[in-house]
C-alpha cells in the first residue's frame, strides 16, 4: 500500500496524539487490520488487538467481543457507508479516530483495483464531530495538520496551508 510513499508526518502526528491521552497500560482495539502503524504502537509500548478484516459495516463482533479500554480507528471511517453503526456499538469508554479531510480542490480516493480502497464519505471536520456526538462520544480534543507534498503545481501548493487530516479525543458520553 505505501511502497513509494509512507505517511511518515501522518504516524508522527497520530503517535504524537496518541500518547498524550492513551496510557501504554490501557489495551486497544484497533478498527482495521494489522497495518504498519499498529507495529508503531507496539513498538511504542502498546498492546494493541485488530479487527480482521471483516466489514465493518455489519460485523460488529470485533467491537463487541473485545474488552478494550481503548477504541483507535485511523483513516478507517471514510470507506464505509455508515459508521454510525460501528461507533455506537464501540463498549469502549475511549476513542481516538483520525479521517482525511474534505478537499475542495481534490475528488474523493477511489482505488480501481482495489474495492477496499475507496473513500465513501469525505468527510469535513464539523461532518465528523456531529458524527461522533449521534454515536455518543463527546470531543475531548482534536488537531488538524497539512500533508505538503515535494511536487510543483496548484495542487501542491493549497496542501501547504489546507489542513489534510483530522485527529480527536473522545469518550463516552
Known amino acids: 500500500m ?18 498524550k491521552h492513551i496510557n501504554t497500560n490501557e489495551s486497544i482495539l484497533d478498527l482495521g487490520v494489522k497495518n504498519p502503524f499498529t507495529e508503531i504502537m507496539e513498538q511504542d509500548g ?12 455489519f460485523d460488529f463482533s470485533s467491537v463487541l467481543n473485545s474488552e478494550a ?10 470507506h464505509l457507508l455508515s459508521p454510525l453503526h460501528i461507533l ?21 480516493y477511489r482505488s ?3 474495492k477496499w480502497d475507496r473513500h465513501y464519505h469525505e468527510f469535513e471536520d464539523w461532518q465528523f464531530d456531529w458524527l ?35 485527529i480527536v479525543y473522545a469518550t463516552r458520553t
Do not use: C, M
Request: aromatic share 14%; no cysteine.
Open 112 to 114: 480501481k483495483t482495489d
Open 46 to 57: 502498546y498492546k494493541v488487538e485488530n479487527t480482521n478484516g471483516e466489514d465493518l459495516d
Open 132 to 166: 461522533l456526538e449521534k454515536a455518543g462520544w463527546k470531543i475531548q480534543e482534536s488537531q488538524k495538520w497539512t500533508n505538503p507534498v515535494k511536487k510543483i503545481g496548484i495542487r501542491p501548493l493549497l496542501r501547504l496551508f489546507t489542513p489534510r487530516y483530522y
Open 69 to 78: 479500554e481503548v477504541v483507535t480507528a485511523f483513516e478507517i471511517f471514510e
Open 88 to 108: 455506537s456499538n464501540v463498549k469502549s469508554k475511549k476513542l481516538v479516530a483520525s479521517i482525511p479531510l474534505k478537499l475542495w480542490f481534490s475528488p474523493a
Open 2 to 19: 505505501y511502497e513509494n510513499s509512507f505517511p511518515n508526518k501522518r504516524y508522527e502526528h497520530t503517535l504524537q496524539f496518541l500518547r
